[in-house]
């Protein structure tokens, strides 16, 4: 026979996947959604496992760091008390207002809340010890309970001796007007406060043109001192 009279087969191709069931299908399609799904959770769990060890390791050296600093600051501090107890001040109060003239006021140095360290006082004045920047400040209480109309000037200031010079130096002055026409009674306060530069021997001392118009209220109502910064 010829070859040209031979009829051949039909060639199908089958699609394998085509012939699983559905079933099959959705069962492969759910365990890789499911395989996926537990990587992601292991991956975000094993994330926050190591960032909780960074988290503890990082307070743990803080707390460690803390420890050293604060038993370092206790060890300088012991160091300090022993070597300086403390810079020069000094705090004196209740002005005794009897002194006559118009000389410095003088004023308690020891009872009460009055006390000197490494400053001396005497006759009123604070007597410096040790040179450097000091903060000065004096309040005072002061006024009339009966004015009769008659305006005066009260005046508050601080003065300084020094061997450098002949006389009495003004750091600080404070003027006020008081008993006017309208008032029965005046009572006030005066407050100074400044920073200056004294000397080994320097005296700072505080005076008023009335001392007859100071109040006797104690230490909280007049004062008078003076710290090294």
């Known amino acids: ?82 070597k300086e107890p403390g810079k020069p001040s000094a705090h004196i109060t209740g002005c005794n207002c009897s002194t006559p003239g118009d000389g410095p006021l003088h004023w308690e140095a020891k009872n009460g809340d009055a006390f000197t360290f490494d400053i001396d006082y005497k006759d009123g004045a604070l007597v410096i010890r040790k040179e450097g920047h000091y903060f000065i400040y004096s309040k005072v209480f002061y006024g009339q309970i009966e004015c009769l109309g008659k305006k005066r000037m009260f005046k508050h200031y601080v003065n300084k001796k020094t061997e450098r010079y002949s ?10 007007f008081f008993c006017s026409s309208s008032q029965e009674s005046s009572m006030d306060n005066s407050f100074l406060g400044g920073i200056f530069h004294l000397l080994e021997g320097d005296q700072i001392f505080v005076k008023v043109n009335e001392k007859s118009l100071l109040k006797m209220q104690g230490g909280t109502e007049n004062f008078f001192g003076a710290f090294l910064i």
């Open 167 to 176: 006389g009495e130096l003004e750091l600080m002055e404070n003027r006020k």
């Open 1 to 82: 026979m010829s070859d040209g009279n031979m009829v051949y087969p039909s060639v199908f191709l089958v699609d394998r996947k085509a012939d699983l069931p559905p079933e099959r299908r959705r069962r492969r399609h759910g365990n890789a959604a499911q395989w996926l799904l537990f990587m992601l959770v292991f991956l975000a769990l094993s994330g926050v496992g190591i960032l909780g060890y960074f988290i503890w390791d990082l307070e743990r050296r803080t707390v460690a760091i803390s420890d050293t600093a604060s038993s370092n600051a206790e060890k300088m501090i012991g160091i300090q008390d022993k």
